[in-house]
């Protein structure tokens, strides 16, 4: 079946937020965010920006109805700072505006003094310091210290994967409108329309039912509109609530690449044991993880890095250790994989230096060690593994002797270009660890006319959730 | 006024003609097919095509409409997705349904667009130019393979045309909608209509504003602009004798399909691939890259080592001064105000000669480069008798090496002598540590481009040895 958006993508006719026709009335919003990682505000004068010609009002925290709270896993997170500012960008007030030029003309009239703390980057210092989001977290199965003393090799390194941003093509951005009784509707380019209500209720004092968030589709989520999506939204809100006007912000590319995470940056030390016949037998790692300036969606990704911390292979004493370690960048989130690449990056670096270091392809050790049926995980889930199979698979649909050959005469053929060729297999863990997360719902009406609607929370984003709901 | 063609409707408008012509298309228009992704020209969301009327045909070429000054669209024809809609989807938009080449879709308008203008192209169409085509978009979720599938089938469609009109071929082949085939009348009726543009009305000094809108995107539409991209007396690239002649206003695209620059430059398609997209390509300017005076332009760098000449005019007044004289310091230009550069003139390479330029960029298209260089070299037999090299990325303006230039007169092309050139050049160059590198990784950088520049003019020596990394 074939992506049923398909015939409005491409004729450009699909909708996105900012595609929402304008409801007469519209104010523009813009956020001001800190210009300084970490520090004190001393001072913060908003009055010639209010003073400017077109702007309606600028929020401050002083404003929030209810808490100044945004927290998902960790209650950790203002939506407004207060006294402190803990990341460049950090949101610090809200610009309303007739128009999105004045909204961010009038950005730049915002005084703000700061003084500065230190600030701290790099996750390994935040770890010597304590700044943990929340207390480490360790797998284990068998015993490594026992294990270690009988293995024929044992190498030890250090393994870092940088941080990356999501860039979804559609930046993020919500519109909100006034109804009844203080009711609001908010358009949201989320990934997590729950998370944005719940957030908003508890920032607004108005209860859930009073707050309608509706998703068309995203121009990209990659993760980066989960939890990260919710502030947009609730200053969209926040504006209507106090205005009784509908108030829209799309970020623009250069707002959004400074004030949301990105993909946790991961610093880690490995220790691997194999026997003489290249067998795993032990395995220890400490992962330190970048959370940024709060817990965000962090701890859960850290978890999931300890979930894939094996990659594919059996190992029969592991010690992996992780830690979320508070920084003074922007809070980092989800991206595609969530933690899992992070903590397979690490043994594969391991086994690479393995190899390297006896002189033989990484292939030979990671063939040897796939997880078998009846294997248990680290987190003792037991095993039923088609890796092998797939591995064979691979060998001859890929007719890998041949493509060895063809690499080593064109290696001995060529001096300025090589060839090479690597193997990567990947166990990846579907589903929520979260098990109640596992479930979803629907509402259908079927009209007198026999058509039918669908309504669910599923979040289209260019993964076909829509023709799946049709299939 | 601004008088232009906007798919089928004629537009004439009394807005700044320093407005965007995608906020135009999007906001006063009301077409949601063209996108806002980054407003850089980086992601290609917004891409339009541009007819135009050249040498008596018309022409279509992709731009993106977040760089495009409104006033340079006047007289032009300018097509967004809508303007590609016929009933049902057209060949291109088929093809991206049939192979799945939407996921969230906000990409795919930008993506049609590109490749309508592959497909109107009079030039024998190749899966190659298919895929050249949209090198200006960014797509994030599908990893491109399916949107390769997509460009063989529309190629495979072309492919299927004998000689004679693209437009002719793609509107019988529902790849376009019929109105195109009366676009050129059209176009010449409305370009009948408008007054010959007034010379120097203001002071902002525009060429294709691909990075003048970058820079200060907030305050053109309020600037009093001087538009020089579409005057004639700036067109066009020239030989005359042994000088190539190239008007300021020629664009990156006018040198990539420039006969005179074939003919003299084989490398010159390894080249062009380097220096940012097709859509920007379109767009920039030789006399904005200079003027510019980024420290990295790839088209400054390239006629440094040509040693080219600029000429500039002042009213009446004009003089000719060495390009590498025009820098004297960073952003400084030898230029008074109101002075604009009409001319670049330089010696075109002889059969004894040797040119080459290379680049390295964080990523190996479409990005700025960390360093680049070219070199242009004079040989009598193994004995280099002159010798010209620039460098960009490793100083605060484009250099021009004129120490290690004239040190290499007169020396023959050995390992050692190139070992020792980049001693010299190390000592002629300050790189500083940016986004784009370490001052440490630029002089490494510098060093090894250097090397290929010897290993690419002279295969047939024996260089191998320079490929090692230095210690």
């Not at chain 2, 760098?301 to 004009?318: E, P, R, V, Y």
Request: aromatic letters at 8%; proline letters at 5%.
């Amino acid at each position: 079946m074939k992506n049923i958006d398909s015939y409005t993508h491409t004729r450009g006719e699909s909708v996105y937020l900012d595609d929402i026709p304008l409801i007469t009335g519209t104010l523009f919003g813009a956020v001001f965010g800190s210009p300084m990682a970490h520090g004190r505000i001393r001072h913060l004068d908003l009055s010639a920006a209010e003073s400017m010609e077109g702007v309606i009002r600028i929020f401050t925290y002083k404003d929030i109805p209810g808490q100044n709270q945004i927290g998902g896993i960790v209650p950790d997170e203002p939506l407004l700072a207060e006294e402190e500012v803990h990341f460049n960008g950090m949101p610090v007030a809200f610009v309303v505006a007739e128009s999105e030029e004045i909204a961010h003309a009038a950005l730049k009239k915002i005084i703000i003094e700061i003084d500065p703390l230190p600030v701290i980057t790099d996750q390994r210092i935040a770890k010597d310091k304590g700044l943990l989001i929340i207390p480490p977290r360790t797998f284990k199965i068998g015993d490594t210290n026992a294990a270690f003393t009988d293995c024929k090799y044992i190498f030890e390194g250090t393994a870092e994967t940088n941080g990356q941003e999501h860039l979804y093509i559609e930046t993020q951005g919500a519109y909100a409108m006034p109804g009844e009784n203080n009711a609001i509707k908010v358009y949201s380019s989320t990934q997590g329309p729950t998370a944005v209500q719940r957030h908003m209720s508890a920032v607004l004092g108005i209860p859930m039912h009073l707050l309608e968030i509706d998703v068309i589709r995203l121009g990209g989520g990659f993760g980066g509109k989960e939890d990260q999506a919710t502030p947009w939204a609730i200053f969209c809100a926040l504006g209507t609530y106090h205005l009784k006007r509908p108030v829209k912000y799309c970020l623009n590319r250069m707002e959004d690449m400074r004030m949301t995470g990105k993909r946790n940056p991961y610093s880690s030390d490995f220790k691997i044991g194999l026997d003489a016949e290249l067998k795993i037998m032990a395995y220890e790692a400490e992962f330190y993880q970048n959370a940024g300036a709060a817990a965000d969606l962090s701890p859960a990704v850290l978890e999931r890095t300890l979930f894939h911390c094996t990659n594919s292979y059996f190992v029969p004493n592991v010690t992996a250790t992780a830690y979320s370690c508070r920084t003074n960048l922007p809070p980092n989130t989800a991206f595609r994989g969530f933690g899992g690449p992070q903590g397979m990056f690490v043994i594969e670096s391991a086994i690479a230096k393995a190899a390297e270091e006896l002189g033989i392809p990484a292939s030979d050790i990671q063939q040897k060690n796939l997880l078998q049926t009846g294997d248990a995980f680290v987190y003792g889930q037991i095993a039923e593994s088609e890796a092998a199979p797939c591995w064979e698979r691979a060998v001859t649909q890929y007719d890998i002797q041949n493509l060895n050959k063809e690499i080593t005469d064109f290696n001995a053929a060529n001096t300025l270009y090589k060839k090479a060729l690597s193997f990567m297999p990947i166990c990846f863990g579907i589903s929520f660890t979260k098990t109640p997360m596992n479930q979803a719902r629907a509402l259908v009406h079927v009209y007198l006319d026999g058509s039918v609607t669908v309504s669910t929370g599923a979040v289209e984003m260019g993964q076909g959730v829509n023709t799946k709901c049709c299939r | 006024m601004i008088r232009f063609l906007l798919n089928q409707k004629e537009i004439n408008t009394a807005l700044p003609p320093g407005m965007l012509l995608l906020d135009f298309i999007r906001y006063r228009e009301n077409l949601k097919g063209t996108k806002i992704g980054c407003r850089e020209g980086d992601c290609g969301a917004c891409t339009v095509l541009i007819g135009e009327i050249k040498e008596g045909k018309l022409f279509y070429a992709g731009a993106t409409s977040c760089l495009m000054a409104l006033g340079n669209a006047a007289g032009k024809h300018i097509v967004t997705v809508e303007g590609l809609n016929i009933d049902g989807l057209n060949a291109v938009q088929q093809a991206f349904a049939d192979e799945g080449a939407t996921q969230c879709g906000f990409c795919t308008p930008g993506f049609i667009v590109s490749l309508g203008g592959f497909c109107m192209s009079d030039n024998t169409p190749s899966y190659e130019k298919g895929i050249d085509s949209v090198n200006g978009n960014i797509c994030r979720c599908t990893g491109y393979k399916s949107i390769e599938r997509a460009v063989a089938r529309i190629n495979n469609l072309l492919s299927q045309r004998a000689a004679g009109s693209a437009l002719q071929f793609a509107v019988d082949n529902n790849i376009i909608p019929g109105y195109f085939l009366n676009a050129e009348e059209d176009l010449r009726r409305l370009r009948a209509a408008i007054p010959e543009p007034a010379t120097a009305v203001g002071n902002k000094v525009l060429g294709g504003g691909t990075d003048l809108y970058v820079q200060q995107h907030d305050t053109m539409p309020y600037e009093q602009i001087h538009f020089l991209f579409d005057r004639n007396e700036l067109k066009g690239i020239r030989k005359e004798g042994k000088t190539g002649e190239i008007g300021a206003a020629a664009t990156v695209t006018d040198i990539a399909d420039s006969p005179v620059f074939k003919d003299f430059f084989p490398g010159l398609a390894n080249y062009i691939r380097l220096i940012s997209s097709t859509p920007i390509r379109n767009m920039a300017t030789v006399g904005g890259n200079f003027t510019n005076a980024s420290p990295i332009g790839d088209l400054t760098i390239f006629f440094l080592a040509l040693d080219a000449q600029l000429t500039l005019m002042n009213g009446s007044d004009t003089r000719t001064i060495p390009l590498k004289s025009f820098y004297k310091g960073y952003k400084i230009l030898d230029k008074q105000p109101g002075e604009i550069i009409t001319k670049i003139s330089f010696t075109l390479p002889g059969k004894e000669q040797l040119f080459n330029f290379e680049k390295v960029s964080k990523r190996t298209c479409l990005d700025i480069a960390s360093v680049n260089t070219a070199i242009l070299l004079t040989t009598e037999g193994h004995i280099i008798s002159k010798a010209n090299i620039s460098a960009g990325g490793v100083g605060p303006i484009p250099l021009f090496l004129l120490k290690s230039s004239e040190w290499l007169t007169g020396k023959p092309v050995t390992t050692d002598i190139v070992e020792q050139l980049i001693q010299m050049i190390q000592s002629e160059i300050s790189p500083i540590s940016d986004a784009r590198g370490t001052a440490t990784y630029k002089r490494l950088l510098l060093a090894q481009l250097i090397k290929a520049h010897f290993i690419s003019l002279f295969p047939h020596i024996a260089l191998q040895q320079l490929t090692k990394l230095p210690a």
